[in-house]
């Protein structure tokens, strides 16, 4: 069964400081990975995907992240963090070899002070 | 303006009062979701439809009916609400049920069965 972990519930980061949030999977085929942003009160947002290609993957908001396929990571990551991108992630797998379902993770809390 | 509408954004139930959340979406999209989003879990999909009259269980299906007579209307019926179904519930599309499509998620509907 295909799974998805996102270690840390909440990152705390200065502003301007670098992002990252973590993002491991469990598949049994090749993974389509995909992160989500969700604001308060809103419904989730889509950031990037990962595909197949090239291994960094560039989104939206200044985001990207690095598929390591080693060590089954997704990590996102922004250079530099904005008290906007204050909000909820969430990581997420879709394995083709299990019918494409969507899994997600449980996210984690972003907390950007100034 | 593409988008995934949801009504009502909140609502609040007793305990066996039939209820029905809508969801409708302008993209001509193929594949609709419903998911529900509890604290830690995640998002976890309840049902989905591959299309007009095509639907089948996610991972948390008990208590929940749906069904797809349009192709944009996917709506969520809770024939007997119980407490244990008090939750934020989302409804997502996307163009179809291939591995590279993101899916685009209404604003919400937070539930409380008391």
């Known amino acids: 069964a295909q799974s998805v972990a996102q270690p840390e519930d909440q990152v705390n980061v200065a502003e301007g400081n670098p992002l990252t949030v973590k993002c491991t999977y469990s598949?049994?085929?090749?993974?389509?990975l995909f992160w989500y942003v969700q604001y308060p009160n809103r419904g989730l947002q889509f950031l990037l995907k990962y595909i197949t290609g090239d291994n960094l993957v560039k989104g939206s908001y200044g985001f990207e992240a690095e598929f390591n396929k080693s060590q089954t990571s997704f990590h996102l990551k922004k250079p530099s963090a904005l008290v906007s991108d204050s909000a909820l992630y969430f990581c997420a797998v879709r394995d083709a070899a299990a019918g494409n379902k969507l899994t997600f993770g449980g996210g984690t809390r972003v907390l950007v002070k100034p | 303006e593409a988008q995934v509408t949801q009504n009502p954004r909140y609502l609040i139930t007793v305990t066996g009062k039939k209820l029905t959340v809508t969801c409708s979406q302008n993209?001509?999209?193929?594949?609709m979701s419903w998911y529900r989003q509890d604290p830690g879990l995640g998002l976890r999909q309840i049902y989905y439809?591959?299309?007009?009259?095509?639907?089948d269980k996610g991972d948390v299906p008990e208590g929940y009916k749906v069904s797809r007579k349009e192709k944009r209307n996917f709506p969520l019926i809770l024939e007997s609400p119980s407490p244990n179904q008090t939750s934020l519930y989302f409804c997502?599309?996307?163009?179809?049920?291939?591995?590279?499509?993101?899916?685009?998620f209404g604003p919400g509907t937070r539930l409380t069965v008391t």
């Open positions: 439809s591959m299309n007009v009259e095509v639907t």
């Open positions: 997502a599309s996307s163009l179809s049920l291939g591995q590279s499509y993101e899916q685009y």
């Open positions: 993209m001509n999209h193929e594949y």
């Open positions: 598949v049994s085929g090749n993974p389509y």
